[in-house]
């Protein structure tokens, strides 16, 4: 009854869930595209009001997380259970930093009145509204993704600390890993549509 | 004790198969530490599951069907004859949400794909066993607010299964938590479909090669990957309404910049591909009865593979023609229009297979067959139909009337329903191990069919005629048409309400007990008791070389 002994398996399942993610995401680049192609000009507007030292940094961070979770699996494979431990709660403190980041970010926006439905935006050009309405949709959703994977990521460093992910039965982290990846890699796409129009 | 000669001789059983003392599943909870209630509702075994969502979904539909009725009875005489227009219009609403996402999607994989997925490929559950008993849940908490959004804040919608913007975003009525409950049941049928896949990729007998793959089993296939294709697009459709609802962002907002439109690309993007998650399914039963009822290896057992995943992919590249009235470039609507006829061939081959299948065959009428012959030719009409309505010039003149509604129930009902019932006929007897009435089983079935051409033919000439569809009233001239349509929902809802009692009545004290292989069918769920025990194999499968060779079954006790 068990396929827990059947990696494999468990990888294709896990693939095929990222998968589905990846679609979910798919459904809102195709209205950035749509709407992209329609307010160009505000769209490149919006994109300079964002600021990208944060952006930047953030995706540094990202990028960094995904390494040491990469990192993380090498470490429990090869058994060293202290330093898996320690390479999880580098990716996990990323998550966080990365959290906060995106709150100071959004604060500074909500205050200087564009926030959804806010008057500014409202009122202002129609393509602008729907630039920063799409940038907290997709930002919003992509943060929900950053919580969920922290969730993860927590729940492997639990299992590891227990001992109930070892050497020989690690495909929990590795899924968490795997999932950590997508949240990184719908970033590398979301920083440059939004960050870096020209 | 009046049995029929003919029936009796199906319960008779098969000395082929030893019949061991090996106890069901129904006696051998999985866990096997868990009891009672419990044995059920914290189970993993894919039997039990496939059961509870048979119940759950029976449930649904029984109510579904109830409202359908109403519908039609309200519409039988002009002006108001049972309801509020306001009630209309959430009844509708409830219909359609009911019948598509808690009956035609989940129904015939929940139900059968969950129960005998499985032992078609010879192994002994579903890959993630517990991700499945978690589908079952998700299935059951998107009933439970389905529920819930008819008494709360504003009740049920009133925008028609479709949710289409702007009316979706200005209604005063209980949008969100409906549109929460078609996302949570969206994830539910997301979860079967990938542990499907991994399942057929995975767990297969080692001895059992792609092309030794029972039909049904690989029409599940296929429709696992369009629900994990599509999906996902509705999951963010649904849940931009919802964000649209509180937030007002406006992205579908033309005052604020966005676009109506794009609602429908991205509503139909998923949706269409979902009445192809609701008829591949079907048709893989079809392929599994016709041939053992024409005691014959089926006609093209490859065309209808490759068909299946030719359905899957081109089904997936023709939404846009719910939109040729919506505002879109004429190359578009050419190309969706020509994509949409390509469609049709696939379907066709199938049609094409089955009734070679029963040419020159030594056919043996039962109930599932019956069915099963039903199912093709309202099929055929719904499909035939639906070539009316992809054509871009007819279509202008038929969007968006009672022609469309009676296309799509000759397809998803006439089709998926009754194949529906077909399943439910041809694996009644393995599932529970008990026997129904013939007769009563065929007095249903021509009630129901009967009763079904009388219900959605004259909504054919309506909707030609120009009778709108979601209309609550209708000038005098459509009358005629309406009335007979609502005797003939009537005669229809008596037939399945009929069929219904019968299966039930198989379940009453003196009851048949079924053979372990009472049609003579050759795929690997009739190798084994009935109902079959925990691990489903109490030795290791034979797997046939050809999985319709029916050379080494003897032949149906009837003939002996």
């Known amino acids: ?198 | 004790m009046a049995f029929s000669p003919q029936k009796k001789s199906f319960a008779i059983k098969d000395p082929t198969i030893s019949m061991t003392t090996t106890p069901s599943f129904y006696e051998t909870p999985s866990p096997p530490e868990l009891v009672g209630i419990k044995a059920w509702l914290l189970t993993h075994d894919h039997k039990r599951l496939g059961l509870m969502y048979l119940w759950a979904i029976l449930f649904w539909f029984v109510i579904g069907l109830t409202i359908g009725l109403l519908i039609r009875v309200e519409l039988m005489t002009i002006g108001r004859t049972i309801m509020s227009a306001a009630v209309y219009n959430s009844a509708f609403t409830l219909h359609g949400v009911i019948m598509i996402f808690l009956f035609v999607i989940p129904v015939i994989p929940a139900i059968f794909g969950n129960f005998f997925l499985p032992i078609q490929l010879g192994t002994d559950d579903v890959f993630f066993p517990r991700l499945n008993l978690l589908s079952w849940y998700l299935y059951m908490f998107g009933g439970l607010l389905a529920i819930l959004s008819l008494f709360t804040a504003g009740g049920f919608p009133d925008t028609g299964w479709t949710f289409y913007v702007p009316f979706s975003i200005g209604t005063k009525h209980n949008v969100p938590l409906t549109v929460f409950a078609a996302f949570i049941l969206g994830m539910s049928s997301m979860l079967t479909g990938l542990n499907f896949i991994t399942t057929v990729h995975r767990k297969r007998s080692p001895a059992m090669g792609w092309m030794q793959i029972p039909l049904f089993t690989w029409s599940l296939y296929a429709t696992a990957w369009v629900q994990l294709l599509a999906t996902p697009v509705i999951s963010i459709t649904l849940l931009l309404v919802i964000i649209e609802r509180f937030f007002n962002i406006g992205l579908f907002d033309p005052d604020k910049g966005g676009d109506p439109i794009l609602y429908q690309h991205l509503f139909w993007m998923y949706s269409h591909p979902a009445v192809y998650v609701m008829i591949l399914p079907g048709m893989g039963v079809i392929s599994e009865i016709i041939p053992t009822f024409s005691r014959k290896a089926i006609f093209g057992y490859r065309a209808i593979v490759f068909s299946s995943m030719g359905i899957a992919i081109a089904g997936s590249l023709v939404w846009a023609h719910h939109m040729f009235v919506s505002g879109m470039s004429d190359t578009a609507v050419f190309v969706f229009s020509l994509l949409t006829f390509l469609v049709a061939i696939p379907s066709a081959i199938k049609v094409f297979s089955w009734v070679s299948t029963l040419y020159k065959a030594s056919i043996e009428m039962t109930p599932p067959l019956l069915y099963a012959l039903v199912f093709i030719y309202l099929f055929s009409v719904g499909g035939l139909t639906g070539l009316v309505l992809g054509a871009a010039g007819p279509d202008i003149h038929v969007h968006d009337t009672h022609f469309v509604v009676a296309h799509f129930h000759f397809t998803m009902f006439g089709g998926t329903g009754f194949a529906f019932f077909a399943a439910l006929h041809y694996w009644w007897p393995k599932m529970f191990g008990v026997m129904y009435d013939f007769r009563r089983a065929y007095i249903a079935a021509t009630l129901a069919t009967v009763g079904f051409m009388f219900h959605y033919v004259p909504m054919f000439i309506l909707g030609l005629k120009g009778m709108p569809r979601r209309s609550y009233d209708f000038l005098p001239q459509f009358s005629q048409g309406n009335g007979l349509a609502a005797v003939g929902g009537i005669l229809l809802f008596s037939g399945i309400i009929l069929m219904l009692i019968n299966l039930m009545l198989s379940f009453r004290k003196n009851r048949i007990i079924a053979a372990a292989n009472p049609w003579g069918g050759c795929t690997l769920e009739w190798t084994i008791p009935s109902p079959p025990p925990l691990h489903n194999f109490t030795k290791e499968p034979h797997i046939k070389e050809y999985p319709y060779d029916f050379s080494d079954i003897p032949d149906s006790p009837q003939k002996t």
Not at chain 1, 26 to 43: K, M, S, W
Not at chain 1, 108 to 115: E, L, R, V
């Open chain 1, 1 to 198: 009854m068990e396929s827990q002994h059947d990696h494999t398996g468990i990888r294709i399942g896990m693939w095929l869930f990222l998968y589905t993610e990846i679609i979910l995401f798919g459904g809102l680049f195709v209205l950035y595209a749509v709407y992209f192609h329609n307010y160009p000009r505000e769209f490149s507007a919006g994109g300079k009001e964002l600021n990208r030292l944060i952006g930047s940094f953030n995706t540094i961070i990202l990028l960094v997380s995904s390494c040491t979770v990469a990192a993380s699996i090498t470490a429990i494979r090869q058994a060293s259970k202290k330093l898996c431990l320690l390479l999880l709660a580098a990716s996990f403190l990323c998550g966080a930093i990365f959290l906060v980041n995106k709150y100071f970010e959004w604060g500074h926006k909500i205050a200087h009145d564009i926030y959804p439905n806010s008057p500014t935006l409202t009122g202002g050009p129609h393509g602008k509204n729907i630039f920063f309405g799409l940038y907290y949709v997709i930002t919003g959703l992509h943060g929900l993704h950053v919580i969920i994977g922290m969730t993860l990521l927590g729940l492997s460093f639990l299992f590891v600390f227990n001992d109930k992910i070892t050497a020989r039965s690690f495909a929990l982290l590795e899924n968490s890993g795997l999932y950590w990846h997508l949240v990184d890699l719908i970033w590398i796409f979301v920083f440059p549509l939004f960050y870096l129009i020209l």
